[in-house]
């Protein structure tokens, strides 16, 4: 061993040693998203320990390949400036950045149930940074003790960095006294090749993807075995897409071209309302609570034509807003506005109504250019945007993400009365979200209860801002000829395991409700956002043939099916009543009866082969359609 130079040996060493807080951060992952992972064997917890290093040793490689370069390079000794410090700030400043990120996801895994994505990076470019920076103290504040655990860290990479070659370290003069032999040379190729594999994950043809993790663990646990840094890194170049021919017999399971309904087109204006992480559980008349955080919701439901079985396209805001208003789902590992597909021309409910002599407004009472909402919905035809500028009143501003819900609503309300009819206006709220504020002098009215998480004060103070707003429109004029369509961006933090698991994650509400109609009700048909858009328009019996990956929830045909869809973490899931079937890279990896099973227990597969091949068909069908039309522009 002595012939291997030393400072390959130190280079390997210091590499390893980086497997302990990696491990360390796997373990605080769990700890702190338990609720998320309950009832896991310890057992399975320590193989998942194990099965993680093979993602573990390629994320260390390929973050750390500038330290590895600079190490391999035969230059100075180990008492050198070049090697005793600037290899250390690079090895440091590498690794601190991957601990962070790490951290950064144990704390809002709850809120998407994935590790971040190259994607994050593009989103920050989009907006995202200003609302990030806008948080970021309230995060510290709130977090404290993660930003502790992360300087822990560090501290212990650097001692260990530093305990690594003490007893090593040797004098250039001494070090230049070995000869380069064949065996030196020899160790530098092995050196090499093992990084190589390493990086690779191992001898496969193919090199390791995160689609790989689908082998350690259950769609559920993966996130267990992935680590941030190899998530971000290898999906950030990836190919977000693959292009594939249809597979025959596919395509007809799929179709994105509506026919014009029948009847007269109703001119009723259209208001959607879409709540910031509403889920489904919040709301008592739909889920049964002891108590309920939406008296109003509750009361309108009553009213209203209300879907039951509702579902969500994605985890996130950026997902869920291009999902309800273009039928547009992000079913990839990125969301489509921050793709490199966002270019593509695409079709929104406000092109398609502007074209009936419709008005078309957005309200975002967050700051403009947040996640790219502004250009997103100037590129799908909406005639007015407004946000956090045109407010125009920083004495609303939360000091966060924008403007407060009760006074952005009652904002809202008045210039919907002075836009020309007929209109269609979409709002997207931002009060219940973390950091979990409200208004001061709500301080007491709305108030955490015993057994709560922080939202459920938030769910509360933005119910009432829209009981507000119902108030406030129910005296205007055109209130009477408006069809009010209310959802959610996407489900947020869970008190209930039910929630927490890969069908409640995505469970929202869907309801249609307007004064004096026969919009009234339940449905129990199967309903996902971007079936919202088609039921609009089908509602209101529009004219002529258009483009959308959803299907209108009013058609009762014989061969119209009904279901959602969603993609987390390479796996693509289909919810069709009474079903749920998870599929990875063409292969069905689990069916399961969710009336009977709602916590996904009993996987069904190879049990009931008929349900798995037609809803795997439809999923196939489903990828192929979209991967196609998203790659080839040809969503309009």
Known sequence: ?????????????????????????????????????????????????????RFDISAILITNIVFIILSLLPWGSEQSFYRKSILKMVYMLTNSVAFFFQIGDT???????????????KFVSLGGGDDTLSVMPTVIKDYWFMILIWFILIAFTYIMYNRAGKKNIKSSVTEQKHPVTSFTVASYIVFIGLIILGWRGGWQLKPMSTIDTIDYASPHDIPLVMNSPYSIVTTYYRPVLDDAAFLPGMKKEYST???PSKG?????????????????????????????????????????????????????????????LASL???????????PYAGDSFISIADLLDKQGYTTAFFHGGHN?????????EKGGFNYYYGMKEYNNNADYDGNWGIWDESFFQYFAKNLDTLHRPFYAAIFSISSHHPFSIPAKYKNRFVQKKGDIPMMK???????????????????????????????DHAGPSIDKYYSNRLGMYEIPIIFYSPHSNLKGRSHTTMQQIDIMPS???????????????????????????????????????????WCLQLVDNEVKGLYNYQKDSMLRNNLINKSLKVEDTLSNILKAVEETYNYSIIHNQIK
């Open 536 to 578: 609009i328009l089908d509602y209101l019996h529009y004219q002529q043939p258009y483009f959308s990956f959803g299907t209108s929830a009013f058609d009762t045909g014989a061969s119209v099916n009904h279901y959602a869809i969603n993609y987390l973490n390479d796996v693509y899931q289909i919810e069709k009543n009474p």
């Open 329 to 339: 789902p992000s079913w990839m590992n990125t969301a489509f506005i921050t793709s």
């Open 264 to 324: 007269n087109f109703r001119r009723l204006n259209v208001v959607t309302i879409v709540m910031e992480s509403m889920s489904k559980e919040y709301i008592g008349a739909l889920n049964n609570l002891h108590r309920t955080y939406t008296p109003f919701l509750d009361s309108l439901i009553s009213q209203s034509l209300v879907f039951d079985n509702a579902f969500s396209n994605g985890k996130k805001s950026v997902e869920g807003i291009p999902a309800v």
């Open 458 to 488: 938030c769910i509360e103070y933005s119910d009432f801002s829209l009981k507000e707003f119902f108030q406030t429109i129910s005296k205007m004029p055109w209130y009477d000829s408006t069809l009010f369509v209310i959802t959610a």
């Open 1 to 53: 061993m002595k012939n291997i130079p030393l400072h390959v040996r130190l280079l390997a060493k210091r590499l390893t040693i980086l497997l302990i807080p990696y491990e360390i951060c796997r373990i605080i992952f769990r700890i702190y998203n338990a609720s998320y992972f309950s009832g896991m064997p310890f057992s399975k917890f320590c193989y998942y320990l194990f099965a993680g290093l």
């Open 369 to 377: 250019g947040s996640m790219g909402f502004d250009k997103f919905c």
């Open 257 to 259: 071209t509506h026919i």
């Open 107 to 121: 704390v809002f895994f709850p809120f998407v149930y994935k590790r971040s994505t190259g994607d994050i990076f």
